[in-house]
Each structure stands twice: as C-alpha cells, then as structure tokens.
C-alpha cells in the first residue's frame, strides 16, 4: 500500500478522493500497489463525510508522515500552495497539481526542486481538464520540433462565445447564463480577462521550448470587449471569433505568445470547438498538425488527470519521469508592439468613402467587409500583415482625424 | 551513447533513421543520452546513400551485439517481423514498432516476452501514425473506465470516401486518385476490405480492456460497396457516410466490436474528420469525451512516433514502462449476429406503396428518407435498434419477396 494526501477539497479535491475510492481495484492494477488516502486537508469541516477519520487541519500532519509518498495539491492560488509544494517536493515527496497558476508562476523552480529531490511534479490536469497534453507533449511529440501551439484554452469564455455568436446573445448575458450553469464564477475576471488561458498557454511555451514563460511578460487579452457586431463581420468574413492561447517560435528565436481573441477561417479545426469544450493544436515539424479535443474543465475530468498522474507517481517512486524546463526570462518574448498578424478594424465612419480613403494611406492593404444590417455609419475592414506598432501607430492617426476605432481583433493563421 | 537498430528501411524505416539523424541534438536532450544507429537491416542495397556503413543484411547482426540496446521494426507484416521481434526481446532488447498487424495478431505474446525479460515493447506508431493514442490512453487516462473507442482509423478510406461525398466521385475513380497520389498501395485490399482499420481497433480495444482481442473474431467490412446513392441518403439523413473502427463494453463484459461503414450525423465529432486524416474518440467515464486527430500516416509523422518511442526506451533502459495485456479468446467478442444496432436500408421498388407495406412489417419502425434525384424505383428506409440476426431475417424475408436489398448501413450512435 502507497499513501496518499490530498490537500483542497473542494470541486477537484473531493473528486480525487471519488476516483481514488470508486475505482479503488483497477487503479492498483494499474500502478501495480493499492493507492490509499491517508490525509484530506483542508481548513473546513465536513460533518457527515464518509472520509471524517481523514481530514486534518494541519500541513505538517502530512510532512512529517513518512509513508505519504505522493501529495496532491489541489488548493488553486499560489499560497500557501507554493509553500507547501515546496516542502513535499523537499521531503522526498512527489507532488501532482492541477493548479494552473502555480505551475506558470513557479513551475521551473518547482521542477528544479523536485529533480534534486529525485521525486516527480507533475501537473497534467493544469491544462485542459481530462483532455491530455501535458505527457503527449513532452513524450509522444518528443521526437518533434514543436512548431506552433495553438488553442482554445478556456471554457468558460468558449461558452459565452458560443452562445454570442449562435444565438446573438450579448456578452452581458452570456455571462449570466455562464455564471447560473456554475460554469462561470461570481467573479469572473480570471475567466474573461484572459488570465487563466494565459497561464495555460504558458505552462504548454515553456513545455515546449524548454525555459519558463512567465504570464508579466505575455500580452493577455479577454473578451469583455468583444461585440455582437465583431462577431457578425467575422461571419461575413468567414469564421468566428474565439479567444486564442497561442505561441510560435520566430526566426530570431524569440516566441511570439499571446492571448487574445481572433478571427479564425471556419475551415479550422478549432472553429468547431464549442461551448465548454477546449481544443489544443500542436504542430510538429514531423507529426503535422495534431489536434486534442474534450471538455477542459468539470470536477470529474480534472480528477480522473489528476489520479493518472498519482498512478504514475506510484509507478516512478524511483526512477524520476523526465518533465523538465529551465528557468526564462523577459528576453524569450518577443515584445508584443513587434509582433505581426493581419487585423481586423472597425470604425466609425459618417462619410465611409472618405475614412476607407483614410485608411488606405495607413494600413497595409485594406479590403472592406460589409455585412447585412450593420449600422450606416460604420466601417469594418481587414488588413494584410502589419506590426502592432504600425496598427497602433494607425489607430492614432485615424482617431486623431476624428475617426473613432470600435475593435480591433487579430486574424489568425489557424 | 546507447545504440539503435533500425529493422526495414522502407518508407517508415527511412523516416526513422532521417529523424534520428537530423535531430539528434534535441532528442538527446530529450533522452539524456545521445542516440546512435548502428545497423540498418534490409536485404536491399542502397547505393548513395550516406548511411552505407550501416547497412546489414543479416539479422544475427543485430541480434548478437549487444551494444544494440533498442530495436525499430519497421518491416511490416508478420513473417519474419515476429521472430524477429521475439528473439530481440529475449535478448534483453527493448523493441519499439509501427507494425500493427504483428501486434494486433502476437501483442499478448509480445508484450508478456517482453515482461518476462525485464524489457520493452511499444507501439505508439502502429495507431493513428503520429497522433499520441498508445500512450495517453495507456496512461492519461488511467484512472478512466473506457466505456467507448471510436475512430477513424483509416486515411486512405477516409480519403476515398471524402471525394465522393464532397465531389460526387465514384468509389473507382476517387480509389484511382488515391493510387495516382500515394496514399493507396497498388493493391489496395487491406484498406479498402478494412483490414487496417481492424487491426488498429483490435490494438486499441486490447489496451482499453486489457485483453487481447483477436482480428479473426472482429466483424470486419470495408468500403467497396458504398455507393454514390448512399452518400446521398446519408446526407438527406444528416450524415455522412465514415468508415468507423469501434468497441464497447456490453453489460455482458463481452465487447461490441466492429469495422464498417456507418452513417454518423453532422454534428459529431468524428463527422469534420475528412481527406487522409485520423480521428479517434475515447469516451471515459470519469474524463467524457476525448478526441485526438491529426494526420494517420505518412512518412515522419510514423517516423517520429516510432522515435519518441525509442527515445522513451532509452529512458526507462532499467524501470519498465507498463504496458501490458493478458492474452483473450474468442469470448470476449460479443457474435456480430448478437449485436444490436440501428440500420439503413435501400431497396430495389417498383413499387414503393408495397415495398414499404412489406418492410413495416418486418423491421423496427422504418421511416422513409427522401432525396432529390433519387431512382424512382428505390426505397430507403432506417429502422430502430434491431440484431443483426433480426435485420439478416428481414432482409432474407424482402428477398424471398422479389425486393432486391441493395444497401445495408449501421446507423451509429457517436
């Protein structure tokens, strides 16, 4: 028998301890011991659970008990999660998460800490729920240069996305209708501002080139500025708009990494990806593109990733897993007024020939797009290649000219 | 340095010794140890080539140094890739393989010679070319009940029948485009009947319940005989016609498990899956649906599949890998006359009124499918869920009727 501690319990804590208990016999199979819970911590009572003689109140409860070999730390926050990482991993103690910021803000110290320990971090449920990404990436893709990641990273934002653009529901709305489903929280601002894609997004950057990618230095956008209009000019356009996690490694070898919202063709395989799902796309310089699709979120899914790491823990108790990047810095990120992208802009125009005169002098290649019902006195229009210094610098000089810019929206590759 | 063979310098074989060659940095990052070839086994010459010094044409070569610690099969077929394999894991070598007619027809044997002598037999390549599905299904998702495997496995029947749903093209003529482009060999049979796609499905229903299950007791169908006027039932339907390899776990504990042609609706999944790619669904309990997709073959995409599979040998030279499964028998498989399914039906009908009085009165509540320019002398009907014995009987009974049946379709339920 191996033990286990599990510290959070709540959603994902508690269906860990689920997992754990319901498929008792075919996970012992798997890792080849019986895996039992020694210790639930959690500062909350339970009253009537059936696991009472577990919980505990005290951290060190579970340090200074030897026969706890694996930790998982399902807690969220980086403190005092952080910390007590800090001191299992110190222990001897291998550690899985499903703790997304955690893993982007401390993740190469983390790693390093567990491999002078000789223990395993893993953390495949930090990104995309039950979906796995973590391992394919660094072991079946491992005979690959990875290319491109690109992917809807976030769920909840999908949702309200999926419900603007299929039933012309407004932001405001959509988030309501999120929060009362329980797929959005009262404060929503990690959701839809973009934070928690951005950490995700950086957890698979510094996964595949090696160094950590700290989310201070990636430019992270949300969707609270995204418009019932945006949404109807990306469909005469072509596509739909989805809040995109992506990072490409340039000529120079620095990463182009944003988040952002973006058109993208409807001819993508992540233009079908709908509602709470999530759906990754790595592309390979050998493999092509692959693509990994399934609910990004949800108690049960996140338990099952965050159990099959405990599964593998148990099985490497002493030969580490090989999960591993260096620390990074500022300099690995291209910065973001440098990089380059096709745009979409919409304006306000009262004379519409002479803002479209207007802008022809300023952005590279302007072609109009019109669509059905949109307002008199609007311009929409898409440009060819241009940096985000040169969009910015355009903007100024459109709006210095009396001319008021509604969006702005980044065209995809994808 | 830790020394590689490759066995086979085919399509595969070559792509192994390019990847290998051309990354050789990365992937010893990656495996912590630089990666030689030592032996390239194929009983061709190769003159030019740069790898001369390493051609052999004798297995013993191979067999007898022991400096050769990981072997590439990449021959294909089962004789003499069996032996072979065989005589390289009781060596105490680790082999890795894209070979998935020998592990479909000898994986438990394998995989238990492999165990039995403390090494390593993986497959990564032998499903989905470069699409990761061995290994996240064998290890993601470990802590999963797999309810449900559906896929498609096939590119080149995938192709074929892409370009007759989307360009109206015959099965002969998108068959011939297919030979003319590559993607199907001069004798196409083990496509076209199925074949491949079968013995992917049996792989992965091995792995998913941790028994062996044969080829021989899968019912397996191919393509040949999906018409023109199919796809354009399938589509008044709301389909689209996909060759589907799938297995399920009935209450029973014995599996449903099938290769076919099905009708599957738009809105699944696996319906977007088109041209040469691959899609292939796990539905888990705990984890719901997950899809992977991405390109099925090719030369580097099976290349680097077969890589990171040695890179992973190199890794674990001392712990095994666990991946594993007991031998099983022709039990397992629930008798396809047993299976119960849903099914389309297109009849010859001369006179329609009748016809359908008939069919109303032998199969599950047949409704009727219309389609513009259909033959006026048709009939196409679906049916509930019915046995296939039940449908054989009813179709035996139209027949004896003077109704020629002309197509019969699983309607599936992905």
């Not at 998460?97 to 000789?118: C, Q």
């Not at 990306?234 to 919202?261: C, F, H, N, R, Y």
């Not at 159990?307 to 591993?324: G, M």
């Not at 929409?380 to 910015?392: L, S, Y």
């Amino acid at each position: 028998m191996i033990y286990s501690a599990v510290m959070g319990y709540g959603v994902v804590g508690s269906g860990v301890v689920e997992v754990l208990t319901d498929h008792r016999e075919s996970i012992a199979k798997r890792a080849k011991e019986e895996i039992g819970i020694k210790y639930i911590l959690d500062i909350r009572d339970f009253p009537g659970s059936p696991f009472q003689d577990k919980f505990t109140k005290s951290f060190d409860d579970i340090l200074n008990d030897d026969e706890v070999r694996v930790v998982a730390e399902v807690m969220g926050g980086v403190n005092p999660a952080y910390e007590f990482t800090k001191k299992c991993l110190e222990r001897g103690k291998s550690v899985v998460t499903s703790n997304k910021e955690l893993v982007a803000t401390k993740g190469a110290e983390l790693l390093e800490i567990a491999r002078a320990n000789n223990v395993n971090y893993l953390f495949e449920a930090s990104v995309g729920g039950g979906i796995p990404i973590i391992r394919p990436m660094s072991q079946c893709l491992a005979a690959n240069e990875v290319i491109e990641v690109a992917g809807i990273l976030n769920g909840t934002t999908n949702f309200i996305l999926t419900k603007m653009i299929r039933e012309n529901m407004s932001f405001e709305d959509a988030l309501r209708l999120a929060q009362q489903l329980g797929y959005a929280e009262r404060n929503p601002a990690a959701d839809v501002e973009g934070l928690d894609a951005g950490r995700k997004i950086c957890i698979l950057a510094s996964l595949a080139y090696g160094k950590h990618v700290y989310p201070q230095y990636v430019h992270t956008q949300g969707v609270t500025k995204i418009t019932l209009e945006d949404v109807a000019y990306a469909a005469s356009w072509g596509g739909v708009i989805k809040l995109i996690g992506q990072v490409k490694k340039l000529e120079d070898d620095t990463l182009d990494i944003t988040v952002e919202p973006m058109f993208i063709e409807k001819s993508s395989q992540l233009a079908s990806v709908d509602d709470v799902f999530n759906g990754i796309m790595v592309r390979g310089d050998a493999t092509g593109d692959v693509v990994f699709y399934g609910k990004g979120a949800g108690k049960l899914p996140t338990a099952s990733a965050v159990v099959a790491d405990i599964i593998d823990c148990v099985k490497h108790l002493k030969a580490r897993k090989y999960l591993y990047w260096a620390d990074g810095g500022e300099e690995l990120v291209k910065p973001y007024e440098e990089t380059s992208y096709p745009v979409f802009i919409r304006a306000e125009a009262d004379d519409r020939q002479a803002v479209f005169g207007m802008a022809s002098e300023l952005f590279r290649n302007p072609r109009v797009i019109v669509r059905t019902n949109a307002a008199e006195n609007e311009l929409a229009f898409v440009t060819d290649e241009m940096t985000v210094k040169e969009q910015q610098n355009a903007i100024a000089r459109l709006e210095e000219n009396g001319v008021k810019v509604m969006s702005k929206i980044r065209i995809s590759d994808l």
